[in-house]
């Protein structure tokens, strides 16, 4: 099985389709390549799926990196991406770098992500100059979730379209757009020679990305409008636990099949 790089994540643009989900540990990772994905993206969204954090910013290097390590070993196929999180590339250049390599140097990913367009245009072509690819990420950058006062959809053509613009001339080799509307992310793909990878961004993006416990249907209350559930496997998961439950406490598991004689 042959591993996706990133010339060729670059050259299906406008050919084909991109697909991209989360995983943050080995089984996980294993059965999303095993069914063919593109990419598997390691996103600082393991502090609000895995690690219980209300956002994203507490998020450290060493969590994404052990959260990283298994899913390398698992990806024989996919492309690894690992996101940087917050206050690991804001500070500088000198920072950026070093983070961004010691995170692809232990944990076995194959690129790096980090939020921000036109702002962090200096740190991207300084982690590109090194050799590390990038992968960009804006409109609804979650890290800044403070700054920009919540959660909402990004409407500021001008903007968006001068970070998309901004974050490609720094040499990244795609970029997210989360929460932007359609219109805007069809012009921005248009307009870009990098794949765009859409969270809610509708369908004219290059390629799609979701967080896989999304995807599954094992997040609880909260359920953004872009995410389709295809599997409700929070109730399937509920309902075997309290089958077993019940079984035990009425000496029906184990039975005679699965004892040993
Ligand atoms: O952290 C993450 O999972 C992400 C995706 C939502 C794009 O950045």
Same mark, same amino acid.
């Given at each position: 099985m042959e591993k996706i790089t990133v010339p060729n994540i670059r050259a299906r643009k406008g050919k084909e389709k991109l697909t991209m989900l989360t995983a943050y540990d080995y089984i996980f990772a294993e059965i999303i390549d095993n069914a063919g994905i593109d990419m598997i993206l390691v996103g600082d969204s393991v502090g609000t799926t =895995?690690?219980?954090? /209300?956002? %994203?910013? +507490? *998020? %450290?290097v060493e969590e994404m990196i052990h959260h990283t390590k298994p899913v390398s070993r698992a990806a024989k196929k996919a492309l690894v991406v690992i996101d940087m999180p917050f206050m690991s590339y804001q500070e500088g250049i000198e920072q950026a770098k070093r983070n961004a390599g010691r995170m692809i140097k232990e944990s076995g990913a194959e690129t790096v992500k980090l939020e921000g367009g036109a702002k962090m245009k200096d740190v991207i072509k300084a982690i590109v100059d090194i050799d590390i690819p990038v992968m960009g990420h804006i409109g609804l950058t979650p890290q800044s979730v403070h700054a920009l006062g919540g959660y909402k959809v990004q409407k500021e053509m001008d903007r968006l379209i001068n970070d998309a613009k901004a974050v490609e001339e720094a040499g990244a080799f795609a970029i997210v757009l989360e929460c932007v509307p359609r219109d805007i992310s069809k012009i921005i793909t248009e307009e870009l020679s990098i794949p765009t990878i859409g969270i809610g961004a509708? +369908?004219?993006?290059?390629g799609q990305v979701l967080v896989i416990y999304d995807l599954l249907g094992l997040m609880g209350a909260f359920r953004p409008k872009? *995410? /389709?559930?295809? =599997?409700d496997l929070r109730t399937d998961i509920e309902s075997g636990i309290k089958r077993y439950i019940d079984e035990v406490k009425n000496g029906i598991f184990p039975d005679d099949t699965h004892s040993f004689h």
């Open positions: =895995m690690l219980g954090y /209300k956002n %994203t910013i +507490p *998020v %450290t509708g +369908p004219d993006c290059d872009f *995410v /389709k559930r295809y =599997m």
